[in-house]
């Protein structure tokens, strides 16, 4: 037992008062709770805002060169031409939206919103170890969102050289045309990576030394588990992207040559940097949707996860290969040809562990009681879509089949299955399922399932066709694919993947209903709505400053579902099993 | 919910023998080594999607089999060890499996082009591409990164005899059945050369020179070369023809760039170049 300090740090004595003011409790707060809220709505918003750039994107794609309906008048100059997106505007939504939803979007609603407000809930701590750090980490976050929006007003324009921002294109504003623009491009990702870094440590801290009583690190829940690896990863990874883009800033505005050839610097790089970042990255952003939604599954199939000990030991495998797989991003980009042959083998051994999770979920449904609530259906379907994720990256993952396939449309299908289809899917079901807990209304489960289909129908037709059109030979980042000769009969696709885009945006109304109506006339939720295990239902909702009354004692695993000889089907941590009970071990 | 993936599949699927030659909607395949690609491009198609349907019936079947019914409780299990190696050591051999015989493939894809390939040197620049062919004595200039500039557009230095006779084409025309080296450049940002009908994608990076890309076209066609890595504003429109024709049809072809060539350096003496328009260093704005 490494810790038991489980009460609130004495940051500010002010723990019992009520009038903290407006400022102090949604604005500048040490709550680890209102900050994760704080990340909720913010990354929500941008979550609408990257959406918006999707389906300007999805537009022009498929009808090109015509006027974009309502939102083409409100497009700045260096964008849209009465009210027509241009080939240089196209380049500059392409890049905002993959980072708005990298940076902005996923990592933030995964690490930040449901990070902090879980951890200390569900190892029994107070607070965070470092309250001010935290705080701290949201602002950082949230200036770091308002330079890059800024990026669309600068003389120029925004960067339009792909979230990847290869150099030297990006290096040198003779190519890119637009200095400032790409400027801050690279302060907003400096800055976001100060944010992360200070979450992650916070993260890692408070796991490490503030678990409750009881609480030994194989009794905690997998979403902490997937938390703390990851908090572990963006140690690792982010100083490194964080580098780059200071280097980045230097070679644009202070005459350095880190990547540009004329000057002795070296293109490539940048991309060894980039992608040393990227790809741990690509598994920041699913190792938490992972976690939640293995718990998500065991509390309504009234099962145990099934190999608790094998999905913890399969995401410490993903962390430490996701290291050493980045130059499968980099098979056909000028690097050494044995160098490829080698990344090819680290890269299919990843995809083991993927496979073992995978089995265990199914496992974990099987011979359930299955509840089919909305935040159940969310992470069902996030299995399945994470299954086709997966399998369609061993297409890239084998180095000949790259050669074609690179850079085509079939990548962009693949990551979004994983990323929309895995991390948002698990994003939903966890805001259906933590709902109750964080205002202490439920969300109105006939919207959540109209919701959770449509979403599933219009995700799969936005996107599944992207398929078909990668292996067309479709590249991608191009403004108008009718130009070339064999992507004249694929537009048809492109037009069914826009109106499932289309779909998925109004989609979006219906969820942002479900919220305001729920918050503000939604069922009371009691302290434990879906008969769960962990230490967050044990307590009010919402929970008090502080979280926990009294220091809570915990007992045994997460995982204690239907037990024999037991009246009712679940067996909080806090409990002692009963004397004539025995649990299995695991 | 599968249904939809179902449809699409089957649409995948179905047009492989509506089209033959072709895979999935892809363009017909019409090289020597893109033939390889397609063969593990199809063994890992339908070994992705057996698995999909494998495990997504019986995740389905279970669904519905063991949805809440009152009455019926949850088996309590924590896991089966035996389950764990046997789902582990079997993703672990076909991966492995798949990624030396992936690299197998590979390697030989990127073997040493045989001598007697045609050589030629593509150089690309916001926003087009350049040949450059070896002459009258077939051999070409080598280029010299550091000497690239507006007035030496290849970087071939003036000494260099082999590149005296060297001409240029705004197309890329090669003959089928014989084996072409591509030697990569590039002026400025990162290009790639990327034709989807002879399964081959390559960047071609600025201050280097990418000597390894080989390959044999088999039957006679054109073609569009096409950048596929984000180059700037005028990225999407950055294409050049791709004429394959008989062997006998280029040597024609070439016989009369090389005649063309020889009588522009006469009349401009000394001959560098003779250009067929001046390259844009840096953005068109």
Known sequence: MSAITAEPPHIEDHAHHEDVGFIRKYLWTYDHKMIGLQYLWTALAFLFLGGGLALLVRYQLAWPNTEVPILGQFLPATVASDGAIIPGGYNMLVTMHATVMVFFVVMPLLIGAFGNYLIPLQIGAGDMAFPLLNELSYWLYFISGIILLAAFFVP????????????????????????????????????NGLSSIAGATNYITTVVNMRAPGMSMFRMPLTIWSLFITAILLVLAVPVLSAAAAMLFCDLNLGTSFFKPAGG???????????FFGHPEVYIMIL??????????????????????????????????????????MFVSGMN??????????TMFIAVPSAIKTFNWMGTVWRGSIEFTTAMCFSLAFVSMFVIGGLSGIFMASTPVDLFVHHTYFIVAHIHYVLFGGSILSIFGAIYFWFPKMFGRMLNETLG??????????????FFPMHNLGLGGMMRRIADPPIYEH?????????????????????????????IISLRNGKKAPNNPWNANTLEWTVASPPGHGNFPKTPIVYHGAYEYSVPGMEKDFLPQTEKAPEHVKLEAH | MKFLLLIFTVIAAGLVPAEANSLYWAPPNVTVGGRQIDGILNFIFWLTVIVFFLTQIVYVYYLIKYRRKPGVKAHYSHGNNFLEIIWTTIPVAIFLGLGIYSNRVWAD???????????????????????RYGGADNQLGRTDIAQISTASKFGVPAEDLAGKDDFTSTELVIPYGKPVHVLLNSRDVIHSFYVPSFRLYQDAVPGRTISWVWFEVERAGNFELACSQLCGIGHYNMKAPIRVVSPEEYAVWYAGKVKAAAEAAQVEVPANNPSEKVAKNGPAT
């Open chain 1, 156 to 191: 120029g324009g925004a960067p339009g050289t792909g979230w990847t921002a290869y150099a030297p294109l990006s290096a040198v504003e003779a190519y890119n045309g637009t200095r400032m623009g790409q400027s801050l491009w690279g302060i907003a990702i400096f800055i």
């Open chain 1, 265 to 275: 610097g070296q293109p490539l790089l940048w991309q060894h940097l980039f992608w």
């Open chain 1, 288 to 329: 938490p949707a992972m976690g939640m939604s293995s718990d998500i599954l065991a509390v309504f199939s009234r099962k145990p996860i099934f190999g608790y000990k094998a999905m913890v030991y399969a995401m410490v495998a993903i962390g430490f290969l996701g290291f050493i797989v980045w130059g499968h991003h």
């Open chain 1, 337 to 346: 040809l044995t160098l490829s042959a080698a990344f090819g083998i680290s």
């Open chain 1, 449 to 462: 399932k109209v919701h959770f289909f449509l979403t599933l129908i219009f995700f799969n037709m936005a």
């Open chain 1, 487 to 515: 992507l004249k009969q694929l537009q048809p696709l492109n037009q069914i993947s826009t109106i499932g885009a289309i779909g998925l945006g109004f989609t979006t109304f219906i969820f942002i209903w479900n919220i």
């Open chain 2, 109 to 131: 894809l990127h073997r040493t082009p045989p001598p007697d390939a045609i050589q030629v040197n593509i150089f690309s620049y916001q926003y087009g591409w350049e040949m």
